[in-house]
Nanobody
Framework: QLQASGGGLVQAGDSLRLFCAASGRTFGRYVSWFRQAPGKERDFVAGINWNTVTTYYADSVKGRFTISRDKNTVYLQMGSLKPEDTAVYYC???????????????????WGQGTQVTVSS
């Protein structure tokens, strides 16, 4: 089970840090963050290979967001936030995902409950 937290209401240009903790299991090969805005599909934001700590980002967040991990938690540090970053953010994990499908939500077996991020202009 994954638990996402850290969301909130911030202003454009602010920073925010999201947390994803795993309980009762290990994370698996890849852990990623997705986001879903109202009326839109769930989009890939960032991912990390648990073993190599290699990171991957959507073009829309490159240079602004950083994904990292420690033993028990995966983080998403978000900077220079924009109103278009407003969404529910989900963390997801997969024990067997292959890299070419990292951005595809259907490939993840485990999901957190989501945490709301709202960026005001």
């Amino acid at each position: 089970q994954l638990q996402a937290s850290g969301g909130g209401l911030v202003q454009a240009g602010d920073s925010l840090r999201l947390f994803c903790a795993a309980s009762g299991r290990t994370f698996g090969r890849y852990v990623s963050w997705f986001r879903q805005a109202p009326g839109k599909e769930r989009d890939f934001v960032a991912g990390i290979n648990w073993n190599t700590v290699t990171t991957y980002y959507a073009d829309s967040v490159k240079g602004r967001f950083t994904i990292s991990r420690d033993k028990n938690t995966v983080y998403l540090q978000m900077g220079s936030l924009k109103p278009e970053d407003t969404a529910v953010y989900y963390c997801a994990a997969s024990p067997s995902l292959i890299l070419s499908t990292i951005a595809i939500a259907d490939g993840y077996a485990y999901w957190g409950q989501g945490t709301q991020v709202t960026v005001s202009s």
